[in-house]
């Protein structure tokens, strides 16, 4: 009997494994993907591949198929071989103004909300509290905030009835006087004494730095000028490769050391050689941002200026802040500039935050102009700082 129970339970569990091998669609091995990312899907659907078959039979439809691009012909012997076709970039004229769409679809949140407080009948305390409010949340800072709401309320009690157009004049004319500031927003990248301007960018990690040097170096070659960047972050593996890239699209040559972990100070010093050596107009020199203890950040940043002032002066320290991250940021720029003398603020992912008051939060608490912001992830997604156009956007005009 036992045994007659053995072989049924046997024969059942290899019927069902016979079974599941047999139902299982022979396609669903997952989801090819193309060179750049794109899915391959079947009968023009998404997603993933549910019939086997032949290629032009699983890849038609809608879908797009992104097939690795053929090998380049080789030159015929003796010949030399094509050089990459470098990118142009544009100009940094007017980028402000060509980003302001962006800068808009992020900021006018905060602007409508002020102009519609602005224009109730009545202007109680608990209106100007919800100004006061307002300003707060979009990360102007407290003392900032309250310095407007008080600047509004002698407006508001000297003029008295308000029309639309003039709150949104008293409000524009506040904005600006808050965000402008004495020092210039003029980035200093003239060759001077026969040697190129040295721009150090600083930043915590993941703030934009890398990215930002980039996109100046793409920036400033779009202005006609020659720049070297020094790859001296070099304790992210990725920094090197991701500044190469940058560097290899529009010309810009790339100085770096190949092992990780490298004296940080020696790839700064070689990039300005090598700045001085080619008469290029900058060097750009992108560091480690590892905010480990101020002592050693102060070491590290101090060393690195150091070792380039044997060859050059520094122009400009630039600070990147990553406007998303509010408090936190300001808290760490500030251990930054007590580091180095900071001369300019670059503000990255503007495009990703409400809260553009920090602009003026950081102008004040640093003493320094924001000289540039990040507005995109795309490679000419950077632009001058221009006041006008900034506040201008938050009241979507
Ligand atoms: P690093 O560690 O400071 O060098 O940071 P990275 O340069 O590697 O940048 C970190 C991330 O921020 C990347 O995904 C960038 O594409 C992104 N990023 C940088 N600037 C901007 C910006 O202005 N807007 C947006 N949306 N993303 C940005």
Not at 16 to 37: F, I, N, Q, S
Not at 65 to 94: D, I, N, R, W
Not at 153 to 175: H, I, P
């Amino acid at each position: 009997m036992e045994y007659i129970i053995l072989i049924v339970v046997l024969a059942v569990l290899l019927l069902g494994l016979g079974g599941t091998m047999l139902l299982r669609p022979r396609g669903t091995r997952g989801v090819r993907r193309g060179r750049a990312g794109g899915d391959i899907a079947a009968g023009g659907g998404t997603g993933t591949i549910t019939r086997d078959g032949p290629e032009s039979e699983s890849t038609a439809g809608a879908a797009t198929v992104t097939a690795p691009a053929p090998a380049p012909p080789a030159p015929p012997a003796g010949q030399p071989v094509a050089e990459p076709v470098l990118e142009k970039p544009p100009p940094s004229a007017g980028r402000m103004v060509r980003l302001r769409a962006r800068l808009a679809r992020s900021q006018t949140g905060f602007g409508s909300a002020l102009l519609n407080l602005l224009s109730r009948d009545r202007l109680d305390e608990d209106t100007w509290d919800e100004i006061e409010e307002v300003l707060i949340t979009a990360d102007v800072g407290v003392t900032p905030a309250r310095q407007i709401v008080s600047d509004l309320r002698t407006k508001v009690k000297v003029e008295g009835t308000r029309t639309v157009d003039e709150v949104r004049a008293m409000l524009r004319a506040e904005l600006l006087a808050q965000v402008e500031t004495e020092a210039s927003r003029a980035l200093r990248t003239q060759r001077h004494e026969g040697r190129p301007a040295v721009i150090l960018v600083v930043g915590v990690n993941g703030t934009g730095k890398t990215t930002t040097c980039g996109k100046l170096a793409r920036s400033l070659i779009g202005d006609g000028q020659a720049v070297v960047l020094g790859a001296a972050d070099t304790f992210r593996a990725a920094a090197a490769d991701q500044l190469q890239t940058w560097g290899e699209r529009v010309g810009a040559q790339v100085v770096r050391s190949d092992k990780e972990g490298a004296d940080p100070g020696s790839v700064a010093f070689d990039a300005v050689s090598k700045g001085i050596e080619t008469e290029a107009d900058v060097v750009l020199i992108d560091t480690a941002g590892r905010l480990h203890t101020k002592t050693g950040l102060m070491d590290e940043l101090g060393k690195v200026k150091r070792v380039i002032e044997k060859r050059t002066s520094v122009d400009e320290v630039l600070l990147v802040l990553d406007a998303t991250t509010g408090q936190n940021g300001l808290r760490q720029a500030r251990v930054f500039a007590e580091v180095v003398d900071v001369s300019g603020i670059v503000l990255t992912k503007l495009d990703g935050t409400a809260k553009g008051g920090i602009v003026i939060a950081v102008q004040r608490e640093l003493g320094v102009p924001v000289k540039l912001v990040g507005l995109g992830e795309g490679p000419d997604d950077l632009a001058p700082f221009d006041p006008v156009t900034f506040v201008d956007a938050i009241l979507g005009g």
